[in-house]
């Protein structure tokens, strides 16, 4: 210890600021002698990595803070990239959480029997890649390649798709499509001839009227769309929010439409009803772009306002009054697409009504509506062979199409696991990153899938349900673990991201790269993978251009020039449909025997006793995939059931009792706490989707709240797409008794 | 008593109209201040007025409201309580001998005990202040729902919202003069 002289210890006891070593021991504390300082928590980096999120979708821009014990201490947002612009959702700045986690897979695991009794036996990498490159020729050699399937979710999933597509398969998935999103997408598509994709292309930031339907913006938590949501709201954007809930979004609204659920394509047909007579619709603009507007409003003749009250429980005078709103604000009148729309199968068509009404307000391309996006064109990987010839998918039961689904369909594949279902029968599965207990409908139907395979893989970070049903399972590093490929999605501005390691893998988890690399020698497929490492395929496809990734050191980002994106900056849209316009009449829907023009169908009615079940987001949690994340789990660690506060009470309900949900068709979940809240309507109980995880190798989420899963028995398909309308199940309540 | 006056008075305006209540400011203080399990020094609240279907709601993200006449600086037998730079009500660790009274005095229940021994809370993130940078939780936030500056300063960022937009504070009858304003 340095040495001391009177003269010093006087000061420190009068001044704010000083030496700090005085600062210990009863004696100086009391005398006051001890130094205000401003305490450093310490957790600044040493060193600062940009990279990418993955725990959603949305692939916000990152900067990983790594102290000198080589530990992540916080994630920040990267302001030099475009959808976060220095910004985080709770889930992103979670993400350490994941990395962390206790329950983490740590070696790989491989099925086998001892004593009579299934169990993982922990085993190299060696032996495990070898066991699932047998699996995988076996079923080749006995069933042709494409009785192999992949399941996918997340940004790492390509380098599987890879190997898939080398060893000879089409039979490749994500339930983010028939589960998700994929009937909006495909809407869309049949009436602009453009997806709204992910991100979408919706200009939330210029809109002066911004209407939700289905879409919980704020609790659904995409960064750029949240922060350009808040923007709106300065800049005086008035907000329709048609909503069986009381949402985040209703709650800053100036209309809340508390709409009885399945009915919004009743609600969407009187809008245009009113907008179409009374002339409120851009009529330059359709005469411009648009086909079918005599059809549009012949067909809608009879969808008055007062024909959709009596479907959607919303009063005569508010839908007139609401449908004038709505056009007041064009063509800054955004009607947002919504991201999960997989609901009631009749979703392309709700979808179609929601694209028609944004071409009614002349949206399409136009700021406030739909921008016209960019993206940073990085050349594409070649050096690899062609790919082997295949059967189409079996994706879909014998005997029946479904004529515009856009990818292969997730459930589809799973039900082809099923020996008879479909052309022909899956007899195995690789499943990364999408626990399928969870995402597909009909848990018994997946169970009955998983019994019948051959040979299974999954390929995860943690114990998920899934990885307890195959007979090999694969650890793979966190996204702040590993490289992946660059991001280079479409946006008002194109630009390239760069996902890098921020500290190495941890235990003997392997980054997806690696993985699929290792299995594809084992296979025979070495000339697929021509790269030595993630970061040589960047840099491969860097090189083409004069590039590299010393490009991406500074930010980890790289801009494209900015390009007009508007038809306001004189940029002309182009509708990719087969006429080159929109269509408001569908030409292709009805050549496939559809209805050209969105029809609605009343959705069905529970049983007595029983609730429509809704399901949807909270901020802090993206499903099953972050429920075990502790650090997350400090602001929300469980489900609770909403209901509204009369309905509560006539059922004899109390806020905060526990009960379990008994389905239709008697499958249980719970125990749920319930919600007493006037915030939803009597009709229907509303839980956040990702809890109820029965996997107990999730230690933390295990026997937390209910799982919404569980009580999709039954989905209804979209005819047009093939998606699985999920939001036909009905529970009761039943009180848990006394143990 | 109060606050001596300084050069700087630090305050945040807090925007009710824009958060969404996401919770991200609570998870950025923790992780930046590695707040212990069980703990948080800002959190959200969603006030929801009216019976169905006739709702009006108020998010909040709160905290401390570093209040220029600070009960719990009054309440510190010790004087680890204290005004710091800008105003700022600072906890000394070394000071504190976890006796609770500030904890007690506090109308915003803004304090808690760390399982360290001292009492803890907000420090508007002054080591990042220090420093030039934003707090945490103004820093992440996506919906920039908090403004924080220098209320001596008319033509910061702060002053200019309260100066044109109408606001409130948390218990005004407490008379604790806060620095923490909700934008309305």
Known sequence: MMAISRRTFIQAGSAAAGATVLGVGPATQWFGLTPDVVHNPGTEGVKVVPSFCELCFWKCGILAHVNGEG?????????AHPLSQGKLCPRGTGGTGLLYDPDRLRQPLVRVERKGQQVFEPVSWEAALDKVAEGMQRIKQRHGAEAFALFKHGYGGDWFKRLMKAYGTPNITHPSYAQCRGSRQTAFELTFGNGVGSPEVTDIENARVLTLIGSHLGENMHNTQVQEFARAIERGAQIVAVDPRFSTAAGKARYWLPIKPGTDT????????????EGLYDAAYLEQHALGLDKLKAHVADKTPGWAYTHTGIPTQTIVETARFVASGRPASLIHPGRRTAWYGTDTQRGRAIAIMNALMGNWGRKGGFFMPNSMGVAKFTGEPAYPEHKHAADMPKGVVYPFAGSVLSHGLRDASIPGHAEYDIKGWMVYGTNLLQALPDQNKT???????EFSVAIDVLPAEITG??????????YLERYDDLHTPGWRQGFAALRQPVVPPMYESKPGWWIAKEIGKRLGLDAYFPFDSAEDYIQQRLAKD?????DFAETGVLLDKASPCYIEDGLAPVFGTPSGKIELYSQQMADAGLAPLPDYEPPDEPPAGHFRLLFGRAPTQTFGRTVNNRFLGEVMDTNVLWMNVRTAKEQGLKHGQ???LVNQDGAKTGPIAIKATQRIRPDCVYMVHGYGQRAKGLKFTHGKGASDSAMVTRSSIDPAMGGTGMNNNFVR??????V | MGAPKREKRYAMAMDTKKCVACSACVLACKAENQVPEGFCRDWIVEEVRGAYPNLKAENRSERCNHCSDAPCVDACPTGASHYAEGGVVLVTHDKCTGCKACVASCPYDARYVHPEGYVDKCTFCLHRVKEGKLPACVTVCPTSSLTFGDLNDPESEISKLLASRDHKVLHPEAGTNPNVFFLS
């Open chain 1, 733 to 738: 309540v039943e009180r848990l008794e006394a």
């Open chain 1, 447 to 453: 169970l009955e899938a998983l019994k019948n395979l």
């Open chain 1, 546 to 550: 004069g590039r590299s990734l010393a």
């Open chain 1, 71 to 79: 530990r992540v201490t916080k994630i920040e947002g990267n302001p």
């Open chain 1, 266 to 277: 009743a609600l969407l047909l009187a809008w245009m009803h009113v907008i179409l007579e």
């Open chain 1, 658 to 660: 526990q009960v379990m």
């Open chain 1, 469 to 478: 049903w195959v007979d090999v399972v694969l650890p793979e590093a966190t």
